[in-house]
Structure formats: C-alpha cells, structure tokens
C-alpha cells in the first residue's frame, strides 16, 4: 500500500545511455512532481504536472523529458546521460496544486559512470 | 545568493538535549514554511507546517516563522536517536503555485 513508488530504486549506466525512472502515486492527488538531489543534499524541483498539464519546467537540459499518461503516473525520461546527471531523483505528489504537504517517493539514485 | 540558506551542519547533539534548526530566507514574498525531515536513504517527509508568522507546536516540536527577520527555525525538545535524520526547510509564496524552494537540509544526530 505503498503512497509514492519510483521504479528502479538503483540505476547504474554508461555515459551516452537513455534511462527512464517511473513514479506512481495512489493517494489519488492532482499534482505530481519530480526533484533532483545531489551530493549535498540540495532538493530542486524539476517538473511538475497537474491533472497531466505541464506546470513547472525548471531550466534542466531538454535531455530530461517528463510524460504523464494519466494522473496518477509521472514518468522521466533522460536522454544521452552525462556524469553530472549523477543524483537521488524524487517523485512526489500532493493533493492539488495548492498544497503545501508533498509525499514523496523512496528515490531512485541514479550513478552514470 | 540562494533562495533559502541552511547550515547543513553536521549537528551532533546527547538525547534530550534541545535542538535549534534554523533557515534564513531571501524572498519576502514567502509565506508558506514548512519543515521537512528525511531519514537515511529515504524521501523527505514532511514534518511541520506554518503559514506567515507565530509559532506552531506539535508534541516536542515547535516551529516558529520572524518573516520581519526572515528566519525560520524548528526546535526539537527531549530530542530522541530516532530524531536523527536530516532536516530541510521549504518554504513558498502565495502565488508561486506547488512551487517549494528547499534549503540544503541540517543533519542531525541523537546519540544516547
């Protein structure tokens, strides 16, 4: 009954490699999103989706491409991976796009070698 | 200057000590703060949350919002080992929508 999941957990690749990470939430909320945490612990959002819409789209490369088919999936795809892509990457969701408690997933942590 | 500035310690303290976490913050169009804590190799969770200035009490945790000093700070009483994780603070406007702006988090360690 887990509330947030990310699929892989752990993901090892080569320089140059697409990856993608998967998150499902199934508390039924409006918004979802994805941050980026690197080596010290700094927490940046990237993307956010509400009700599938595209509403935050920080400046990240357009090497990372968010899909949401449906409310309750918000997939990252990353293309052409680099070493600095090298991080703990976190989905989140929370109930509409007004409020402030945001659950987060376990996190996938991502090492590009 | 980053948005939101937060030691990111590490703080070493004995059970039941008093902890005092602390973020100062450079927006004063703020007026969400929120308190966040993650465990080792986990998600942040969130752990408090306050809307403009006062303080706010949840059991040992107090969380309390100066927006003239723009300085937020969460303080722990009794502090337990199972209080050790790290601590971010997040904070956002009113019309900057699902948009929270995090500090780098304060690590926190309890030993008995």
């Known amino acids: 009954d887990t509330a947030v999941s990310q699929t892989p957990k752990y993901l090892v690749t080569q320089m140059g490699n697409d990856k993608s990470i998967k998150c499902e939430q199934n508390?039924?909320?409006?918004?979802m999103y994805w941050y980026k945490q690197d080596s010290k612990k700094f927490l940046k959002i990237m993307f956010s989706?509400?009700?599938?819409?595209?509403?935050i789209n920080e400046t990240v490369p357009n090497r990372f491409s968010p899909k949401s088919p449906d409310k309750a999936h918000l997939n990252l795809h990353i293309n052409s991976l680099e070493l600095g892509d090298s991080a703990v990457y976190f989905c989140a969701s929370s109930q509409n796009i007004k409020n402030n408690e945001q659950f987060f997933g376990p996190g996938t942590r991502l090492t590009v070698l | 200057q980053k948005e939101v500035e937060q030691d990111p310690g590490p703080l070493s303290v004995p059970e039941g000590a008093i902890v005092s976490l602390n973020c100062t913050y450079s927006n004063s169009a703020f007026q969400y703060f929120m308190w966040y804590r993650q465990y080792s190799r986990k998600g942040p969770e969130l752990l408090m949350y306050?809307?403009?200035?006062g303080n706010k009490e949840d059991g040992r945790f107090t969380a309390q919002v100066d927006k003239s000093s723009k300085y937020i700070s969460l303080f722990i009483r009794d502090s337990q080992p199972s209080d050790s994780a790290t601590y971010l603070c997040a904070m956002r406007g009113g019309s900057t929508l699902g948009r929270l702006y995090f500090g780098r988090g304060t690590q926190l360690t309890v030993w008995p």
């Open positions: 306050t809307y403009s200035s």
């Open positions: 989706y509400n009700n599938k819409e595209l509403i």
């Open positions: 508390l039924g909320h409006d918004t």
